[in-house]
């Protein structure tokens, strides 16, 4: 014997609650939307009642789309696995919070083309505007949001040809920052570490700040300029990050003099006895460098080379290694803010808001 299938209840209408209060839908949708003045005591208690009884729940979604607002807004984000991206997104859902706003999430997992079906889905759900920390989002991409008169607010990164506020790190500055504490300490060889950064302006801003440092270094004080490379880990290529970092590894055994297995490059390019630093451009790459160092050195790898991060994530407090706190919660919530007012029809010039990193010094780069 087959059992019998559950039925669903049916959800109170608008219709249910009239018919219940005894007067007309108008007078329901008065009461719904505050229009208490127009209502007698008598009625107003009825309307409640009704609505008790029944358990009605009014649709907001069209209660909103009928007054030509739904409170919606739409975030695109990129990486959802990475810490920085979870600590701005609770600094979105507070202000939302705050401002009666829905987020309506898309994960693009770092692939260009959800990024575009995402956009494009946002603007068939009517939502009111969007926050974008996205990789490879385009004017052309963002176009259709645009066009749609949706406002959008970037986070940490610009793009090319489009003129819109813009809420992230100082990269530039945090960069300066970074590069300097290394100097102060003395190393001899600093190692920007870097995922592909031509087309993401923030890490292009982090690249381009650490190499006006280094080469700005020593002038006039005689003594001789610390030496600065940029490496690429492309941590989308697993081949080619293995083939990073063994560029790496020969250059910090010829930094330690270690005979075997070191070729002749490495030997020109790293002197014996010179002090490397690693100076990792986000929490992903300096994670990556970590695991990395301590399987091939061991405990104690980080007397081989120092490890400096843009980003706070929590292992960097368990193993010391110096970073550069960003302040994701208040990025998040004033990206919001900015959008919020948009939405309400502020009319300015586009604005950036650049908020300053701050240097938490530990072990790794003190010794």
């Known amino acids: 014997m087959s ?19 005894g007067t007309g839908k108008t007078s ?14 008598e009625l107003r208690a009825r309307i409640e009642a009704a609505i008790q009884r029944l358990d009605y729940q009014p649709n907001q979604m069209a209660r909103g789309l ?53 956009l494009q889905l946002l603007t068939t759900y009517r939502v009111e505007g969007v926050i974008v920390n996205a990789l490879g989002v385009r004017e052309e991409t963002l176009r259709p949001v ?10 940490d990164r610009s793009v090319d040809g489009l003129v819109t506020d813009m809420v992230g ?5 945090a960069a300066e920052l970074g590069t300097r504490h290394l100097l102060e300490k003395g190393f001899d060889d600093i190692w920007f570490v870097v995922q592909p950064f031509e087309q993401v302006s923030s890490r292009n801003l982090r690249e381009a700040a650490f190499r006006e440092v280094l080469g700005n270094n020593g002038n006039g004080n005689g003594k001789a300029h610390a030496r600065g490379r940029t490496l690429v880990l492309n941590l989308g290529d697993p081949e080619a990050v293995q083939a990073s970092l063994a560029e790496l590894d020969r250059a910090i055994e010829a930094a330690a003099g270690v005979a075997g297995g070191v070729d002749r490059q490495a030997r020109r390019t790293v002197a014996p006895g010179r002090r490397i630093a690693l100076f990792a451009a986000n929490a ?50 004033r990206a919001v803010e900015f959008l919020h007012e948009r939405i309400e029809g502020v009319q300015t010039t586009a604005r950036d808001c650049l908020l300053p990193g701050e240097l938490i010094v530990r072990a790794s780069t003190s010794g």
């Open 169 to 173: 790190l100082d990269n530039r500055g």
């Open 146 to 155: 645009g066009a749609g008169g949706i406002p959008v607010v970037l986070v």
């Open 284 to 333: 992903p790459v300096a994670l990556c460098l970590a695991l990395h160092l301590k399987a091939r050195y061991g405990a104690d790898w980080q007397t081989r080379a120092a490890l400096l991060s843009i980003d706070d994530p929590e292992w960097a407090e368990l193993t010391g290694v110096t970073t550069i706190r960003q302040p994701t919660y208040e990025i998040g919530y």
């Open 3 to 21: 059992a019998a299938p559950l039925a669903t209840a049916r959800r109170a209408t608008i219709t249910d609650v009239a018919r219940e209060a």
């Open 28 to 41: 329901i949708s008065r009461y719904l939307n505050g229009e208490m003045s127009v209502l007698s005591p």
């Open 66 to 118: 009928k007054r030509g607002r739904n409170r919606l807004i739409g975030m695109l984000l990129a990486d959802l696995t990475n810490p920085y991206t979870v600590e701005v997104l609770q600094g979105v859902e507070a202000a939302c919070h705050a401002l009666g706003l829905m987020p309506l999430i898309c994960h693009a997992a770092n692939e260009v083309e959800m990024e575009r079906r995402y």
